[in-house]
Structure formats: structure tokens, C-alpha cells
């Protein structure tokens, strides 16, 4: 049995997700800790688009610590890191590279990174433009989580010179996510930050089906659109989405759309947050295609795979029995092998490793 712990996360955000996806995947993963027995403490930058957007000022599971500047950091909890059985330092955390180096230097062992944007780290590495994480850092951090699995794990160890790279993926809270009687208001939804990358696809899946389809409709949530994008009629905008307002959306929709970002395509094995809070919503979800997607859904069966609009346009023409047995086989895939409950789990197993100076005997058979 795995004694309590308490763990200390140097997060972006757990109190918004206003323009992430990081506030989810930590609220999910630290409530699991939490019913697992372990003391949770977080902290986080008080950035002022977080504050105006701020869906909680405390949570139940976990300590909640906002401070102003990586000097106060320093000077407020020094000993809290410094006495934690482990520390997690997030991706894109403010001045990510001091605190890392703070967090290090107050431990032995202990000093884990959580790498949400995998993908987008290692491309802003290879440029030596990472604002969160140098090259050095990576074999300095016992242990490396990361949003991706499959072969990026071999170049973090072999090339970057991690000592220890386990894959994390993101996953969902069944509490929170789950099928709802809801008055069907669109045929096909998505939600997602803008993003330049993702954008091309967002127009071919989305707006050229709906401009092809003009009977159907169609919403797009999430912030930081350009305003001269010129959406269809039958699309409808939603600025901005709180979480708490995500499982209504996505019962709200017949089919839900997944599209991933350019740097998480090419390395695959990135699945996003979203594909298993639809999922676990009992929504069927049209997804745009990356190298290890079956590894969390089996393509036909539990997830439609799409390449361009009239791949969309041919799902949302399926008969309503099978929309529904595809969506009850994604749920029951992702109920089994992607809640909070199981990431809680390999999290509390790779980090009691670097605890204990056992890690290296904790590879075999992991990934």
C-alpha cells in the first residue's frame, strides 16, 4: 500500500480555464489524489485574465495558493517545497525555468516536470525558445510526465537526457461528464481555443460542412477567435465556455468534433482532454486523424475518423442507432481506461519511484 503523501503542483491554473485546458486536467487529477489520501497543494500565478475569469477561489481536495511574482513564491513557500514528498512543476507555468531551478534546488528527489503541451515544448526546445523548460532542466527533473505517449518518450530519454519519461495523458472526471437529457441544438460541435495551427482544419471540417449543409447547425466555443473570420449562418459562436457549462455543450450536440493541433499531429499519441469529456458525455466524436489515436479509440467502432468535409457531412447522415452505439462504445472505452481514477493511479505509481529511489526498477512493462 502506497503511504500518504503530500504533493506540491507549481501549475499555469487550477481556477480558470479561460483560454487552457490545463484547469481540468488538474482539478481531475488532484481530486483522485485527494480521495486517494494524499495532501495536495497547489500554486499558481495570479495572472489578471485568470482573475477576471475565475471559476473558483478554493477547491475541496486541495490547497489553493495564489501568489504575485516568483519572488513571493520564494518567500512564501520555500518550506512548503522544500518538506513536500514531491513537487510537480507544469508546463507554461510564469517563469517556469527560475522556478524549476528553485524547486531543484530546495530537493534531493522529488522533482517532477508535467508536460500538458508536450509537443509544443519539444518543437519551442529544439528552437531554444521555451519559456517554461531549458534543454539542461530535462535530465535535472527525476521524473518527466508527459500528454504524449509512444516513441516521444525514447527522444526525451535518449536525446534530451531524461533519467525517467512516462506518459500522463489527460483524462476525465465521470462525476462531472456523463449522459444528460438535453434538447438537441446542433448537429455538430466544437470547442477549442483558436489556435493558427488547428485553424485550416477547424474551416474544412466545420465551416465548409456547414456551408455545404446549410440545414444543419453548428457552434464553435472558445476564446480568441480573429473577428474577421466570417462564420456561416448556421454557426453559432460561443466566446467563451466555462467548464462547468462543458457537459451541457456537449449533450446539447448529435456529433462532436475533435481537431488536433499541428505539433500534437505529427507526434501523435496526444490525445486531447476534450475527446474524453465528450466520450464519457455519451457524444459520438468526429476526429481528424494523428499517428496513435487508436490506442484510445478504435476507429468505426468507437470514434469516426474525417479528412475533409465530406467525411464529416457523410457522419452526421448516419442512422440514429448507430450514432448511439458508437458513442456507447466510446464512453464504455473511455470509463475503463481514461478517467481521473486510473491517471491518479499511474501518476501515485511513477511518482512513489522517484520518492523512494526506485525508479529505474519501476520501467519495466510501464508504458
Same mark, same amino acid.
Given at each position: 500500500?502506497?503511504?500518504?503523501?503530500?504533493?506540491?503542483?507549481?501549475?499555469?491554473?487550477?481556477?480558470?480555464?479561460?483560454?487552457?485546458?490545463?484547469?481540468?486536467?488538474?482539478?481531475?487529477?488532484?481530486?483522485?489524489?485527494?480521495?486517494?489520501?494524499?495532501?495536495?497543494?497547489?500554486?499558481?500565478?495570479?495572472?489578471?485574465?485568470?482573475?477576471?475569469?475565475?471559476?473558483?477561489?478554493?477547491?475541496?481536495?486541495?490547497?489553493?495558493?495564489?501568489?504575485?511574482?516568483? =519572488? *513571493? !513564491?520564494?518567500? /512564501?513557500?520555500?518550506?512548503?517545497?522544500? %518538506?513536500?514528498?514531491?513537487? @510537480?512543476? &507544469?508546463?507554461?507555468? +510564469?517563469?517556469?525555468?527560475?522556478?524549476?531551478?528553485?524547486?531543484?534546488?530546495?530537493?534531493?528527489?522529488?522533482?517532477?516536470?508535467?508536460?500538458?503541451?508536450?509537443?509544443?515544448?519539444?518543437?519551442?526546445?529544439?528552437?531554444?525558445?521555451?519559456?517554461?523548460?531549458?534543454?539542461?532542466?530535462?535530465?535535472?527533473?527525476?521524473?518527466?510526465?508527459?500528454?504524449?505517449?509512444?516513441?516521444?518518450?525514447?527522444?526525451?530519454?535518449?536525446?534530451?537526457?531524461?533519467?525517467?519519461?512516462?506518459?500522463?495523458?489527460?483524462?476525465?472526471?465521470?462525476?462531472?461528464?456523463?449522459?444528460?437529457?438535453?434538447?438537441?441544438?446542433?448537429?455538430?460541435?466544437?470547442?477549442?481555443?483558436?489556435?493558427?495551427?488547428?485553424?485550416?482544419?477547424? =474551416? *474544412? !471540417?466545420?465551416? /465548409?460542412?456547414?456551408?455545404?449543409?446549410? %440545414?444543419?447547425?453548428?457552434? @464553435?466555443? &472558445?476564446?480568441?477567435? +480573429?473577428?474577421?473570420?466570417?462564420?456561416?449562418?448556421?454557426?453559432?459562436?460561443?466566446?467563451?465556455?466555462?467548464?462547468?457549462?462543458?457537459?451541457?455543450?456537449?449533450?446539447?450536440?448529435?456529433?462532436?468534433?475533435?481537431?488536433?493541433?499541428?505539433?500534437?499531429?505529427?507526434?501523435?499519441?496526444?490525445?486531447?482532454?476534450?475527446?474524453?469529456?465528450?466520450?464519457?458525455?455519451?457524444?459520438?466524436?468526429?476526429?481528424?486523424?494523428?499517428?496513435?489515436?487508436?490506442?484510445?479509440?478504435?476507429?468505426?467502432?468507437?470514434?469516426?475518423?474525417?479528412?475533409?468535409?465530406?467525411?464529416?457531412?457523410?457522419?452526421?447522415?448516419?442512422?440514429?442507432?448507430?450514432?448511439?452505439?458508437?458513442?456507447?462504445?466510446?464512453?464504455?472505452?473511455?470509463?475503463?481506461?481514461?478517467?481521473?481514477?486510473?491517471?491518479?493511479?499511474?501518476?501515485?505509481?511513477?511518482?512513489?519511484?522517484?520518492?523512494?529511489?526506485?525508479?529505474?526498477?519501476?520501467?519495466?512493462?510501464?508504458?
Amino acid at each position: 500500500m502506497t503511504p500518504r503523501r503530500h504533493y506540491v503542483f507549481l501549475g499555469l491554473t487550477i481556477t480558470s480555464t479561460w483560454g487552457n485546458g490545463h484547469a481540468t486536467t488538474y482539478r481531475a487529477l488532484l481530486k483522485e489524489l485527494a480521495a486517494r489520501g494524499h495532501k495536495v497543494t497547489f500554486l499558481e500565478r495570479d495572472m489578471p485574465w485568470y482573475a477576471s475569469n475565475r471559476e473558483f477561489e478554493w477547491l475541496p481536495y486541495c490547497e489553493v495558493e495564489l501568489y504575485g511574482s516568483l =519572488e *513571493e !513564491l520564494r518567500e /512564501r513557500f520555500t518550506r512548503t517545497v522544500r %518538506e513536500a514528498d514531491a513537487v @510537480v512543476v &507544469g508546463s507554461y507555468v +510564469p517563469e517556469g525555468i527560475a522556478a524549476g531551478k528553485w524547486v531543484r534546488s530546495l530537493r534531493k528527489r522529488g522533482a517532477i516536470f508535467y508536460d500538458i503541451d508536450t509537443p509544443v515544448t519539444l518543437a519551442a526546445l529544439k528552437k531554444n525558445e521555451c519559456a517554461y523548460l531549458s534543454r539542461e532542466q530535462v535530465s535535472e527533473y527525476d521524473l518527466y510526465f508527459s500528454f504524449t505517449g509512444g516513441p516521444t518518450l525514447d527522444y526525451i530519454e535518449k536525446v534530451l537526457g531524461s533519467p525517467c519519461a512516462r506518459a500522463l495523458y489527460c483524462s476525465v472526471d465521470p462525476a462531472l461528464y456523463f449522459p444528460e437529457q438535453e434538447e438537441t441544438r446542433w448537429d455538430l460541435g466544437y470547442l477549442g481555443t483558436y489556435a493558427a495551427d488547428r485553424q485550416p482544419a477547424v =474551416e *474544412e !471540417l466545420l465551416v /465548409r460542412a456547414a456551408e455545404h449543409a446549410p %440545414e444543419r447547425r453548428f457552434a @464553435v466555443a &472558445g476564446p480568441q477567435y +480573429p473577428a474577421e473570420i466570417e462564420w456561416p449562418a448556421n454557426v453559432e459562436r460561443i466566446e467563451h465556455l466555462p467548464a462547468r457549462d462543458h457537459r451541457s455543450f456537449y449533450c446539447g450536440q448529435r456529433f462532436t468534433l475533435n481537431v488536433t493541433r499541428a505539433d500534437m499531429v505529427r507526434a501523435g499519441y496526444s490525445p486531447s482532454v476534450r475527446l474524453f469529456e465528450a466520450a464519457a458525455c455519451g457524444v459520438p466524436i468526429v476526429s481528424d486523424i494523428w499517428p496513435g489515436i487508436e490506442q484510445f479509440f478504435e476507429p468505426g467502432k468507437e470514434i469516426r475518423l474525417v479528412r475533409n468535409r465530406d467525411d464529416v457531412l457523410a457522419c452526421l447522415q448516419m442512422s440514429e442507432d448507430e450514432r448511439r452505439e458508437i458513442a456507447e462504445r466510446g464512453r464504455c472505452r473511455t470509463l475503463k481506461c481514461n478517467t481521473a481514477a486510473v491517471r491518479a493511479g499511474e501518476f501515485e505509481y511513477f511518482a512513489e519511484g522517484v520518492i523512494t529511489g526506485a525508479g529505474a526498477s519501476r520501467r519495466v512493462g510501464a508504458r
